[in-house]
């Protein structure tokens, strides 16, 4: 009975001994938010000296942390992609912007792939144990960026006969609910005229309630990026939905026609299908707003219906159940710069032509079926600001991050949103430094042509589906690691303005080698688009005459003031190696079209259009009105049709070719600027009488060259691309 009471005190008095320990430390806490160091007068102009070093190093600090979507130095963990924003980890104002905002949310398997792998860049606040925590890469910053300014305050009071010796500086910042304090821990031992004290602890607080808007980025990015609301993804396809209503939109049809016509099927240009819908993106996005913030504005609406509707679209709330979410004090931005290339990919389509499935048959009558319904792959980035205009006096504060948006088969598709610690090197355990076991391996940088050696560009080590970055090569275009043991690895060099061709690297336990990783900067080429035309000919046998569709290459015309096309080169990787594809668009009055390019074996693709306008016919080319029968037996039962008068009116493809893997297009270190592309098109103004037959179309089909290996040696070497 004893024992049971006395192990019941003990119990009590360990329960005492706690909440007074905790106690303590509440108070302590408390004290040191709240309340001054104190010390000698004598020396406050000191103390305040290296404060205010503090504040001003720490506000430098968080400002960058604030524009950087949460890190000073985001290149150390992030990179992007100016030319295609969303094949990045961060986004770039502009191409040549020092600024990089890490995505929050973003896919990080590749636009084309189909099996989703999603990311995250957003860093914890806490614990400063964690490298991309915001207390420790404010710890770090304050050690690299303070000790100048300290160390001037203090030559300044030696200078005026104080003797200072200084221990080594420990920072400390400490993010709470309503502030962001910082702490310095160093000794100074001050002496003058014998009196002598030392200081040890320096504190300031920046005024900033950082914490409050961390939180509301957090949860602007948790709403947005739920599965359950995916707002950017849903208002996306809503924005879009009005451009795409029918065949005479100018976006492809997202709902399921057909058609019946023997005119032509209605087509799209990839290149004006993107201008359209970055047209439309910024137009709208930049209208989005978060309920109960400082820019909220509630719009003008006329009955419950609109209101629902606009809201759906423009507005949304960061509410939840437990909390409602006081976002008065911040204007809140989203914005889309149509400079940022978004990915788009629409099904069906051929190359960078958009069309719809088409059928025809000419028996027993002529009839042609077009099923239009088309399924947008789309990826853009969405940067989101947050500015408090209140904070530092007045001086203002932002805090912004990129999300980016994902649409497959003209749907949302979405990941969950998770504070991460990203590493130098990706979490992986073939990355891991204990895996690098080759001895020494040497890569030298050079730029593909001069062969000259440059220095920082970034490295990465792939080997089938593992990818390592490796620290770029140094001033003198040489960098030194060790790798991990791989059959067939690859070393990919990185550079803006530049693309990396792959070296192939087999390594193995405890052996050397030396790399070339070769870099080849874009070239901007002038395209000069020609036309070779397929007309009809006349033929005299046994003194009959007939006509025949025949391609006439000799007979190459610059554009009729009508015409318009478009262009795509889609280089074909080596292993390792990105995908590089450039689609331009082409017009009569251009001269000729720049096209970025580098070497190597390429697919191409051109098509010719002509565009007569609305309402505009060629009354030459026309199928006249026929009468077309068919079916029963000797002329019993027959069924006649009659069939026409169709003409060729508004868009229609005067040409196209194409060269595959089979027959590619190379381009070699010696490509000059000038390059000539040949378009075997229709002779519209050759042809005399109307159409005669449909067989016609059938022979038309001369127009639309596939070029492959089996195609005759002649043809192909008098329609393949050339320089000079």
Not at 72 to 86: G, K, L
Not at 237 to 252: F, K, R, V
Not at 414 to 436: A, H, V, Y
Not at 583 to 591: D, G, H, I, S, Y
């Amino acid at each position: 009975m004893k024992k049971a009471q006395i192990t019941t005190f003990v119990i009590l008095g360990l329960i005492i001994l706690i909440l007074a320990g905790i106690g303590l430390f509440l108070k302590s806490y408390l004290a040191r938010q709240d309340q001054p160091i104190a010390v000698d007068k004598e020396f406050e102009p000191l103390r305040q000296g290296i404060e205010e070093c503090m504040y001003l190093s720490g506000k430098e600090g968080i400002i960058k942390i604030g524009m950087q979507g949460g890190y000073i130095n985001p290149r150390t963990y992030f990179s992007a992609n100016p030319q295609s924003p969303t094949e990045g980890k961060a986004l770039t104002l502009t191409p040549t912007s020092t600024i990089l905002i890490p995505y929050w949310s973003y896919l990080s398997s590749p636009n084309r792939e189909m099996a989703f792998s999603f990311n995250s860049g957003m860093p914890p606040i806490y614990p400063r144990t964690m490298s991309t925590s915001i207390e420790a890469q404010m710890d770090s910053y304050l050690i690299e960026n303070t000790e100048s300014c300290i160390s001037t305050i203090i030559q300044n009071f030696q200078d005026k006969g104080y003797a200072i010796t200084k221990g080594n500086p420990t920072f400390e910042t400490t993010v709470t609910e309503k502030n962001l304090i910082i702490e310095l821990k160093q000794e100074l031992a001050i002496s003058k005229d014998e009196k002598t004290t030392t200081l040890s602890q320096f504190r300031t607080d920046l005024g900033l309630n950082f914490k409050r808007i961390y939180d509301t980025a957090q949860k602007i990015i948790t709403t947005i990026g739920s599965e359950d609301a995916q707002f950017l993804e849903k208002s996306t396809i809503e924005y879009l939905a009005p451009y795409s209503l029918n065949t005479d939109s100018e976006l492809p049809p997202f709902a399921q026609m057909m058609t019946s016509s023997l005119e032509g099927e209605h087509v799209w240009a990839l290149p004006e299908v993107k201008e359209t819908i970055k047209t439309v993106l910024s137009d709208n996005i930049n209208n989005i707003q978060v309920q109960g913030s400082a820019n909220n504005v509630m719009p003008l609406v006329l009955n419950d219906d609109l209101k629902a509707a606009l809201y759906d679209q423009y507005y949304f709330s960061i509410d939840t159940e437990e909390e409602k979410a006081d976002v008065s004090p911040y204007l809140i931005y989203f914005t889309y710069l149509p400079s940022w290339e978004p990915y788009v990919a629409i099904r069906p389509s051929r190359g960078a032509l958009i069309r719809p499935e088409s059928v025809r048959t000419y028996f027993p009558i002529p009839m042609a079926f077009q099923k239009y319904i088309f399924y947008y792959d789309i990826s853009y980035p969405v940067l989101i600001e947050i500015h408090e205009p209140d904070a530092f006096l007045g001086e203002g504060y932002t805090f912004q991050f990129a999300y980016e948006v994902n649409i497959r088969n003209t749907k949302p598709i979405t990941g969950n949103i998770e504070m991460i610690d990203i590493p130098s090197s990706p979490p992986s355990l073939f990355c891991d430094p204990i895996m690098r076991t080759t001895d020494t391996i040497t890569i030298t940088s050079k730029e593909f042509t001069t062969q000259n050696t440059i220095p920082g560009v970034a490295l990465r080590f792939s080997c089938a589906t593992e990818s390592c970055d490796l620290d770029p090569t140094g001033q003198n275009g040489v960098m030194q690691t060790t790798l991990p043991l791989c059959l067939d690895g690859r070393i990919v060099p990185e550079r803006q303005g530049y693309f990396g061709h792959a070296e192939m690297l087999t390594t193995q336990a405890g052996t050397t080698a030396s790399v070339t990783a070769e870099i080849e900067r874009i070239k901007d080429v002038k395209v000069y688009i020609k036309k070779a035309l397929v007309g009809k000919t006349i033929n005299a046998e046994g003194g009959l005459f007939s006509t025949t569709w025949d391609l006439l290459p000799d007979m190459q015309y610059t554009l009729g003031n009508d015409e318009w096309g478009i262009l795509t080169f889609t280089r074909i990787p080596e292993p390792g190696e990105d995908e590089y594809t450039v689609t331009t668009r082409f017009l009569w009055n251009e001269t000729s079209a720049t096209v970025p390019l580098v070497t190597g074996s390429y697919r191409m693709e051109a098509q010719l259009f002509r565009d007569l306008g609305p309402g505009k016919v060629l009354p030459e080319v026309r199928f006249p009105e026929k009468e077309y029968c068919g079916g029963g037996v000797l002329g019993i039962g027959e069924e006649c049709t009659t069939v026409g008068p169709l003409v060729f009116n508004e868009t229609f493809i005067l040409g196209s070719i194409s060269f595959d893997e089979s027959a590619p297009f190379n381009i070699t270190r010696a490509m000059t600027d000038n390059l000539t592309v040949i378009i075997p098109a229709f002779d519209v103004e050759a042809i005399i009488a109307p159409i005669s037959d449909f067989e016609d179309v059938q022979a038309l089909e001369l127009t639309n060259l596939a070029i492959t290996n089996t195609t005759n040696s002649t043809l192909v070497q008098v329609l393949m691309p050339r320089f000079g």
